[in-house]
């Protein structure tokens, strides 16, 4: 599966002059935890996420406290705009990039979401949960579009196709390339977690 195939399209952008209280604001009505920063052409220039607003924008309320706080001195005022609170060197996945890389890069980097890149340009985003919606597919659906993939390819309609928790086990009287040629269009169907 190829991370087009399951990505959020439109993304959802902020721009870097954009203040912070209107991209938080954003994220909240999306209810998205991040969203890419872009330039006037639409181009990958950062991320802001829900930490980076956060940040420097809570006080401690002596309420919540037996004896009251100390009094913090009053320093600058909170970032207003985003390019002050962005990160300016977010990952970023291709369109046409593997699902099971963007998924571990999501992992083994403890992000929400990428944002999809096309050229430089932002053409989506790819979040955990867009990963979850793909393998959380019924196994009938699935069973219907390898089925379909399969006939509309030529492969011919003699196949047994048998789906169990995103898994499809794959039955032909054919000889072995033909077999493998149907594995590989399998592979290519959403919510298909591996191939027998």
């Given at each position: 599966?190829?991370?087009?195939?399951?990505?959020?399209?439109?993304?959802?952008?902020?721009?870097?002059?954009?203040?912070?209280?209107y991209?938080?604001?954003?994220?909240?009505?999306?209810?998205?935890?991040?969203?890419?920063?872009?330039?006037?052409?639409?181009?990958?220039?950062?991320?802001?996420s829900e930490?980076?607003?956060?940040?420097?924008?809570?006080?401690?309320?002596?309420?919540?406290?037996?004896?009251?706080?100390?009094?913090?001195?009053?320093?600058?005022?909170?970032?207003?705009?985003?390019?002050?609170?962005?990160?300016?060197?977010?990952?970023?996945?291709?369109?046409?990039?593997d699902?099971?890389?963007?998924?571990?890069?999501?992992?083994?980097?403890?992000?929400?979401?990428?944002?999809?890149?096309?050229?430089?340009?932002?053409?989506?985003?790819?979040?955990?949960?867009?990963?979850?919606?793909?393998?959380?597919?019924?196994?009938?659906?699935?069973?219907?579009?390898?089925?379909?993939?399969?006939?509309?390819?030529?492969?011919?309609s003699?196949?047994?196709?048998?789906v169990?928790?995103g898994?499809?086990?794959?039955?032909?009287?054919?000889?072995?390339?033909?077999?493998?040629?149907?594995?590989?269009?399998?592979?290519?169907?959403?919510g298909?977690?591996?191939?027998?």
């Amino acid at each position: 599966m190829l991370v087009r195939e399951v990505m959020t399209s439109p993304a959802v952008t902020v721009q870097e002059d954009d203040t912070v209280r209107y991209a938080a604001e954003l994220l909240l009505h999306h209810r998205i935890a991040s969203a890419p920063v872009v330039d006037a052409g639409g181009r990958l220039v950062g991320i802001v996420s829900e930490a980076d607003l956060l940040r420097g924008r809570t006080q401690r309320d002596p309420r919540a406290h037996l004896t009251p706080p100390p009094q913090e001195p009053v320093t600058d005022r909170p970032a207003s705009s985003v390019r002050d609170v962005m990160s300016t060197r977010p990952l970023s996945v291709r369109a046409g990039a593997d699902v099971d890389d963007a998924a571990r890069m999501l992992l083994d980097h403890g992000i929400k979401a990428a944002p999809v890149v096309e050229g430089g340009r932002v053409v989506g985003v790819v979040a955990r949960r867009d990963l979850l919606r793909s393998f959380a597919r019924p196994d009938d659906d699935i069973r219907r579009d390898v089925l379909t993939l399969l006939e509309e390819l030529g492969q011919g309609s003699d196949w047994q196709v048998d789906v169990e928790d995103g898994v499809v086990h794959l039955l032909s009287p054919g000889g072995e390339p033909r077999q493998r040629i149907a594995a590989v269009l399998a592979r290519t169907v959403p919510g298909v977690v591996r191939v027998v």
